[in-house]
């Protein structure tokens, strides 16, 4: 079974502090993706990346940045985290563009 | 953009009542879509995905059907269980690698 970890499940953090969000898979999936999740909004793709130091913006990408360095691994980057930024956030994997993703367990964001 | 509606937003049946969710999409041209599983608090399971080349997929208890030039896909399913009490998901995949996701339809099945 694929497998993607989010490093955590729960994250407090402060107004303006720079935050992480890592995300591992262990099926050697080509596609990775960074979504978000709010109550009445659904989920929204922040960014995803289809190859190793490659990234692409997705609906709502103010405020991030992500970093691929290895397969494996896709960080979200919050550079100066705001309020407005607490939410459930979602990583995903895919072998190809045309196959399922598979979703990570989420990291609940509160932002102070 | 692809625009994906699932009604009802919420159902409740009792336990041994087959399940019928729907989904329906702006865009005919899709690549494929996808059916997950949400528990509260938690992230997605994917279930079913059915291709564009495809006009359904079973799964156990479960059944994805698409007729793309409706722009709808349905879930089926079977015998419903308590634990089958979560927000069921779809989302459709145009040309590219973003998904457009569903409100979702929140299961509840009664003992």
């Known amino acids: 079974d694929v497998k993607v970890t989010q490093s955590s499940r729960y994250l407090v953090k402060r107004t303006g502090e720079k935050v992480f969000l890592e995300c591992v898979q262990d099926m050697d999936h080509e596609n990775m993706f960074w979504y978000r999740q709010d109550p009445g909004l659904g989920l929204r793709l922040i960014y995803f990346s289809y190859d190793v130091k490659m990234k692409e913006k997705g609906d709502i990408p103010e405020g991030y940045s992500v970093s691929r360095e290895k397969k494996e691994r896709f960080s979200l980057i919050l550079e100066s985290a705001s309020t407005n930024q607490t939410s459930m956030y979602l990583c995903?994997?895919?072998?190809?563009?045309?196959?399922?993703?598979?979703f990570g367990d989420g990291t609940r964001l509160s932002i102070l | 953009k692809q625009e994906v509606t699932q009604i009802p937003a919420a159902l409740s049946v009792p336990e041994g009542e087959n399940l019928v969710l729907n989904c329906s999409f702006t865009?005919?041209?899709?690549?494929?879509l996808q059916w997950f599983r949400q528990d509260p608090g938690k992230g997605l399971t994917s279930l079913l995905l059915?291709?564009?080349?495809?006009r359904e997929q079973t799964s156990g208890r479960l059944n994805a059907s698409l007729d793309k030039s409706s722009g709808r896909s349905t879930l089926y399913i079977a015998a419903s269980q308590p634990g089958d009490s979560a927000t069921y998901l779809c989302a459709g995949l145009p040309n590219d690698y973003k998904l457009s996701f569903g409100a979702g339809t929140t299961v509840t099945v009664r003992a």
């Open positions: 059915i291709q564009s080349s495809q």
């Open positions: 865009d005919s041209a899709i690549y494929n």
């Open positions: 995903a994997s895919s072998s190809k563009a045309n196959q399922p993703q598979h």
